[in-house]
């Protein structure tokens, strides 16, 4: 196991997709002399070149729709967007080619695309560089939705997605890529299949992923010495979702909290809602609660986006309200 | 050499000239049977013809090798054909069936098949272009000795993705032919309606492209025009556009009542109908003569009638394939 932070695990796995194979090339906005708006890539410009660590213009629709096109060609493109609000400028071509070439060709043709986004909020970044979009994407047929919220996810998640035929997203949420954790550099694979059971409890789910998950963890330490044991799930993928493991837990807990850095209303954390009714209905003894972002644009100053954002008090009082008081 | 030039030494070749000839007449004729099937309810949804757009097609497509990439339109009959994809593919992917080029899932605005490198119809305007610079992109990095042949309309010079992608096609020198088929309309808006500069070919020296306008109405032109352009990006020199002027003399799509042009407009455009000028070309050069074209339009024909029953009798993909082609899903 290598100690190293989330952002030198993201860029571990690129070096180590560069060098094993020829057709992975990253491609971006100041991915390469810049080293990278988060410095991910830092260095890697000077180890791989500017054919394979490539900058580009701030044409987010012609970058990624390249990126699909030179999939398309025979190559395996990373593709990086520099915040998840820069995303929406090529939604075109995410939605209409990159998730529908495969099935609107008849199967014919695939488009083995990595797309990186750095996403969420917490850095006072205001309200064109901090939302949690990713559960837009995750509504999307065609593509899968990983969103690493630990240093071990940050690499091995890369390393997996290059091996997909098929579109994949990752949403780096920004806050993490100072996180330090531990990576298995000789792993031969990585799963993106299933959500992970980060602590086992019995008396509520506490249900999260990527930029949240720290504040979940906060928060089931914080009700464990209440005496309230959390279950705590991180769900790793959006899309497809592992909804037997949601349900496992639910079954066990009887109770669950939805922890998204997103907005309430038609969100995700809406679908993992609407999954437990539909199949755990008769394993709740409480509604299912929600702890998501005001309805607000993300505001600038400190307070107000502190305010705005999920919190470690809110969690527990969601919880608390959940669990019957003992004794 | 001018285009002039080549023109008059291409039409010397008889049999090419037959052959350009019957591919026009081939798109002609394929797509008045579209229309006539869209009548009879075989064929739904948006169903864009391409006539009067022949020799842009046509004359295009001879510049492009079978190694070659293209990148099309919604209304990318003509193309289709061009590249040689069997009439009765097309025919049953509009029928909405099983043998269709795109399995039924595209209809007439989605064809693909990708044994020929031809990477699809695109019906959001623009949205073809990043992708044909990708393509580009990818035959450059592996040395593939291939260019990519992007076609789009007037209407797409004013989305975004237009010029983002001239420009990163130009800043990397990408072995890639935009190729607009100026038809004067983007649906129903008339070029100078829409556009501050109508010129569509200057366009390009903004990005530092080389561009050429040509007589999209004339077959020889076009054809010139296109292997001129192919061959300019072919010899490492970056991407180019090629502008023909061209006219679509049925509406926008059979749904369209066509209200904003007038008759007069369409019928001055008809007397420089590609076919007809090129039949009258030939048989000024006595290359044609009635027995030829009763030959070609009797092999039509019959084509076009083998794509009807073709489509007619294939069978519907299963419903229960539904979702086989969705990409993205749970593999464990």
Redesign the interface.
């Known amino acids: 196991m290598t100690k190293m932070t989330y952002r030198e695990a993201v860029r571990a796995a690129m070096r180590k997709a560069l060098r094993d194979d020829p057709r992975v ?1 990253l491609m971006g906005e100041d991915v390469g002399r810049y080293g990278g708006a988060f410095a991910v890539s830092l260095g890697l410009l000077a180890e791989f070149g500017p ?1 394979r660590i490539r900058d ?2 701030l ?1 987010e ?15 395996r ?1 990373i593709v990086e967007i520099m915040t998840i609000n820069f995303s929406m400028l090529a939604m ?2 995410i939605l ?2 990159a ?1 529908t ?11 083995p695309l990595v797309c990186r986004v750095a996403t969420g909020g917490g850095r006072q970044m205001a309200a064109q560089h901090s939302h949690s979009l990713e559960g837009w994407y995750a509504h999307i ?4 939705v990983l969103t690493p919220a630990t240093v071990s996810d940050a690499y091995g998640m890369l390393l997996a997605a290059l091996h ?5 997203f990752i949403f780096e949420h920004a806050i993490l890529y100072p996180l330090e954790g531990e990576v298995d550099e000789s792993a031969e694979t990585f799963d993106i ?2 959500a992970a059971v980060i602590r086992s409890g019995s008396d509520v789910s506490l249900i999260t992923y990527g930029g949240t998950l720290g504040k979940t963890m906060q928060a089931a330490d914080r009700l464990a010495s209440e005496g309230i044991d959390a279950e705590v799930i991180d769900l790793r993928i959006l ?2 979702l592992d909804t037997q493991t949601i349900v496992n837990s639910v079954a066990k807990t009887h109770r669950a909290v939805i922890v998204d850095e997103a907005w309430r209303t038609g969100s995700f954390s809406a679908e993992i809602s609407a999954q437990i009714m539909e199949n755990a209905f008769d394993n709740l003894d409480a509604p299912v609660a929600r702890v998501c972002s005001a309805e607000a644009p993300m505001p600038y100053a400190k307070h107000l986006e502190a305010a705005t954002l999920p919190q470690v008090d809110q969690i527990i009082a969601a919880a608390q309200e959940l669990v019957p008081r003992h004794g | 050499m001018t285009a002039t030039d080549i023109s008059e030494r291409a039409a010397i070749d008889r049999e090419h000239s037959l052959f350009l000839l019957r591919e026009m007449l081939r798109i002609r004729r394929f797509e008045e049977k579209a229309a006539e099937m869209y009548s009879l309810q075989k064929i739904h949804g948006f169903l864009h013809l391409y006539i009067g757009e022949e020799a842009t097609g046509v004359g295009g497509m001879q510049a492009f090798t079978q190694q070659d990439n293209i990148v099309a339109t919604y209304r990318e009959h003509g193309q289709a054909l061009a590249r040689s994809m069997p009439a009765r593919v097309l025919m049953a992917e509009m029928f909405g069936k099983a043998t269709g080029c795109s399995h039924g899932h595209g209809g007439s605005m989605h064809f693909f098949d990708v044994t020929r490198r031809f990477y699809g119809g695109y019906a959001i305007v623009g949205g073809g272009l990043p992708v044909a610079v990708g393509l580009a992109l990818a035959d450059k990095m592996q040395n593939r000795q291939a260019i990519t042949g992007c076609y789009f309309g007037d209407g797409a010079v004013a989305e975004g993705e237009f010029h983002e992608s001239l420009n990163l096609a130009a800043l990397w020198k990408l072995p890639i032919v935009f190729l607009c088929e100026n038809n004067l309309y983007a649906m129903g808006t008339a070029l100078e309606r829409y556009q501050a500069q109508t010129d569509i070919s200057r366009k390009a020296s903004a990005y530092g492209l080389s561009s050429s306008a040509v007589d999209g109405m004339d077959v020889l032109a076009v054809e010139a025009a296109a292997k001129q352009a192919a061959d300019f990006v072919r010899s490492g020199n970056g991407p180019y556009l090629l502008e023909s002027r061209t006219y679509r003399f049925r509406a926008h799509s059979m749904a369209d009542p066509d209200l904003y042009r007038t008759k007069e407009e369409i019928e001055s455009w008809k007397k420089r109908d590609p076919i007809t000028l090129f039949e009258r070309k030939l048989r000024e050069l006595g290359m044609l003569t009635d027995p030829d074209l009763a030959r070609i339009e009797s092999e039509i024909a019959g084509e076009i009638e083998d794509a009807v029953q073709f489509a007619e009798a294939s069978p519907q993909e299963p419903t229960e394939d539904l979702l086989k082609d969705v990409g993205g899903q749970a593999t464990r």
């Open positions: 090339f054919e580009a213009p044409s629709s012609a970058f990624v729709g390249a990126g699909i096109g030179a999939a398309l060609g025979g190559m493109p075109d071509q209409n080619n998730a070439l495969r099935h609107m060709s008849g199967g014919q043709l695939n488009v047929p065609g593509i899968k997909e035929s098929d579109p994949v299949t299933r899309r497809p």
